[in-house]
């Protein structure tokens, strides 16, 4: 069993940055391919980015690209999403989330459905 705890998350103004960071415990996140997702109530939770196993291909919703920038640590078991510019529509929960996949594929399109382990959320809000 992974546990998944996001840490980061804070109120910023528009145009600032936060940097939201992921901790796994439990098994190791080097075969694991992970993500961000972000959720508004009464909305359905979004992909913002994911990794694959290696960090190396990502994902991006089109909203984000040239904005956020998503990484991981297999060393440190950790994930993270650097997030510059911040706007008002980026106001959100935030989850972190894994799959144990050493290929990208259940990962390139960014949907929750391929995901089997997440963490509780971390709040982001971005005032105008």
């Known amino acids: 069993q992974v546990q998944l705890v996001e840490s980061g998350g804070g109120s910023v103004q528009a145009g600032g940055s936060l940097r939201l960071s992921c901790a796994a415990a439990?098994?190791?996140?080097?075969?694991?391919?992970m993500g961000w997702f972000r959720q508004v109530p009464g909305k359905e939770r979004e992909g913002v980015a994911t990794?694959?196993?290696?960090?190396?291909?990502?994902y991006y919703t089109d909203s984000v690209k040239g904005r956020f920038t998503i990484s991981r640590d297999n060393g440190r078991n950790a994930l993270y999403l650097q997030m510059n510019s911040l706007k008002p529509e980026d106001t959100a929960m935030y989850y972190c989330?894994?799959?144990?996949?050493?290929?990208?594929?259940?990962?390139?399109?960014?949907?929750?459905?391929?995901?089997?382990?997440w963490g509780q959320g971390t709040q982001v809000t971005i005032s105008s």
């Open positions: 989330a894994a799959v144990k996949s050493l290929s990208f594929g259940p990962c390139a399109r960014g949907e929750k459905a391929a995901f089997d382990y």
């Open positions: 439990g098994a190791t996140i080097s075969v694991m391919c």
């Open positions: 990794i694959s196993n290696g960090g190396g291909r990502t």
